[in-house]
Every structure is written in C-alpha cells, then in structure tokens.
C-alpha cells in the first residue's frame, strides 16, 4: 500500500473526513475500512481505531492515518 503519493493519500483522508473537522471520527474511520474491505462480514470495521489514534485525542488526524496507512 506504500506506493501511494502524500497527495492521493491526503485526498483519500480528505475523502472519508466527511465533517471536515480535520479527523476521522470512529464512523468515518469504519467507512474508509469498509471501502478498503478490510474487514470480515459481521467485524467491527472501526476496530483497531484506538490503537491508531495515538493522541487519544478521539479522533484520526491525517498524521496519525498516514503513520498507520505507511506501516500496513
């Protein structure tokens, strides 16, 4: 998944902010996982979202989406 430039991933982020506060709340972040399909039928598709919002700050701003997107 790394080769992607920091624009199209800014535009990806952008795209799933629905509210455009900046981060990606637990909903958005589950919609940006089902797009992905990276989740089973039935799985949570925000689980994992703590662990990625680093700042426990309740949300997911770009630096902490692009840190975990680059690690996967």
Do not use: C, V, Y
């Not at 637990?26 to 797009?35: I, K, P, Q, S, V």
């Not at 949570?44 to 703590?50: A, K, Q, T, Y």
């Not at 426990?56 to 989406?65: A, N």
């Amino acid at each position: 998944m790394s080769d992607i430039s920091d624009e199209e991933l800014q535009e990806n982020f952008e795209h799933f902010d629905k509210n455009g506060d900046g981060k990606l709340t637990r909903a958005e972040f589950g919609e940006l996982m089902n797009a992905l399909e990276a989740t089973e039928p039935g799985e949570d598709p925000s689980r994992g979202f703590s662990s990625i919002d680093s700042d426990e700050s309740g949300g997911i701003d770009f630096e902490e989406f692009a840190r975990w997107f680059r690690s996967n």
